[in-house]
T-cell receptor, first 113, second 110 residues
Framework: SQQGEEDPQALSIQEGENATMNCSYK?????LQWYRQNSGRGLVHLIL?????REKHSGRLRVTLDTSKKSSSLLITASRAADTASYFC?????????????FGKGTLLTVNP | DAGITQSPRHKVTETGTPVTLRCHQT?????MYWYRQDPGHGLRLIHY???????DKGEVSDGYSVSRSKTEDFLLTLESATSSQTSVYFC?????????FGPGTRLTVT
């Protein structure tokens, strides 16, 4: 079953605007990760946030984690047409073994020039 | 791309035939994974491996088997392909905490 659920399923914005995507999950986690997938390609790792962290930055990306609400958000600032892709959250559940990730269904981001 | 290749990249096969997909890595990673990606379902784990000859089932393992006889190769076999196994298959490796994905294999079962 899916652990992470992204919201919204699709998002369309203009270049230069900020894009925010949310992820909710159900069980306790060790970490939460965000991945990007360009059409027809494999997923690419963007950023990881551990369960004891609340916010993390990487370039134009900002990730927040609220373990009390079991939710995370990914903010992409000053978006570019090249940011058009699907974005997935993935959780590594605590108490498990063998380092499995559970992926959500993704948010399709379209950045219009 | 973490040195991950998948073969074949595209395959069309008939219902009932066996199919084997190959994932090859060049960087000696211990953990390897097979996922399938379908519209509306995101990425779902089929099988994974935590070492040579050490494998375990994922979320959607029925109808699939895997083998890992050497570190660099992880094979996914569809024992008797069905139309419901038409999908895009991704292999991944784990490095530190992150996973790195291959380019995918598009499989069509007619």
């Amino acid at each position: 079953s899916q652990q992470g659920e992204e919201d919204p399923q699709a998002l369309s914005i203009q270049e230069g605007e900020n894009a925010t995507m949310n992820c909710s999950y159900k069980t306790s986690i060790n970490n939460l990760q965000w991945y990007r997938q360009n059409s027809g390609r494999g997923l690419v790792h963007l950023i990881l946030i551990r369960s004891n962290e609340r916010e993390k930055h990487s370039g134009r990306l900002r990730v927040t984690l609220d373990t009390s609400k079991k939710s995370s958000s990914l903010l992409i600032t000053a978006s570019r047409a090249a940011d058009t892709a699907s974005y997935f959250c993935a959780t590594e559940n605590s108490g498990g073994s063998n380092y499995k990730l559970t992926f959500g269904k993704g948010t399709l981001l379209t950045v219009n020039p | 791309d973490a040195g991950i290749t998948q073969s074949p990249r595209h395959k069309v096969t008939e219902t009932g035939t066996p199919v084997t997909l190959r994932c090859h890595q060049t960087e000696n990673h211990r953990y390897m994974y097979w996922y399938r990606q379908d519209p509306g379902h995101g990425l779902r784990l089929i099988h994974y491996s935590y070492g040579v000859k050490d494998t375990d089932k994922g979320e959607v393992s029925d109808g699939y088997s895997v083998s890992r006889s050497k570190t660099e190769d992880f094979l996914l076999t569809l024992e008797s392909a069905t139309s419901s196994q038409t999908s895009v298959y991704f292999c991944a490796i784990r490095d530190a905490y992150e996973q790195y994905f291959g380019p995918g294999t598009r499989l069509t079962v007619t």
